[in-house]
């Protein structure tokens, strides 16, 4: 019994870990999928790896990527996915491990006001 409880808890806080991380690197555009959210999915298409990175800003109430990134740019998202639908990767903002960034030796990034 006991074994079965530790295995169970194990799995269970371990889940997270076992999350498969991904990469794209391309140029980001934006996706309005939900007029609910505050912000758009930030989308950057893969073209060495021919798959697409879909990152859910979601309600976040603040620009989420001012600074990091802004549409038009090369950029690449990595982190775990939460979610596959065939070579396109849906990624939370929200997990801590996600990470925006420009490629290095890119010039410096102008930050665009949001408007919210």
Same mark, same amino acid.
């Given at each position: 019994?006991?074994?079965?409880?530790?295995?169970?808890?194990?799995?269970?806080?371990?889940?997270?870990?076992?999350?498969?991380?991904?990469?794209?690197?391309?140029?980001?555009?934006?996706?309005?999928?939900?007029?609910?959210? =505050? $912000?758009?999915?930030?989308? /950057?298409?893969? +073209?060495?790896?021919?798959?697409?990175?879909?990152?859910?800003?979601? @309600?976040? &109430?603040?620009?989420?990527?001012?600074?990091?990134?802004?549409?038009?740019?090369?950029?690449?998202?990595?982190?775990?996915?939460?979610?596959?639908?065939?070579?396109?990767?849906?990624? =939370? $903002?929200?997990?801590?491990? /996600?990470?925006? +960034?420009?490629?290095?030796?890119?010039p410096p990034?102008?930050?665009? @006001?949001? &408007?919210?």
């Amino acid at each position: 019994m006991r074994r079965i409880a530790f295995a169970a808890l194990i799995s269970i806080a371990s889940t997270s870990a076992w999350a498969k991380d991904i990469s794209c690197t391309g140029i980001m555009i934006d996706i309005d999928i939900d007029a609910r959210m =505050d $912000f758009p999915y930030a989308v /950057v298409y893969d +073209e060495t790896n021919a798959r697409t990175c879909m990152l859910d800003q979601g @309600p976040a &109430g603040h620009d989420p990527l001012r600074g990091l990134c802004n549409v038009g740019e090369t950029c690449t998202i990595s982190g775990p996915y939460k979610r596959q639908i065939r070579n396109t990767y849906i990624l =939370d $903002f929200g997990d801590r491990r /996600v990470h925006v +960034e420009a490629p290095q030796g890119s010039p410096p990034r102008l930050e665009v @006001p949001s &408007g919210k």
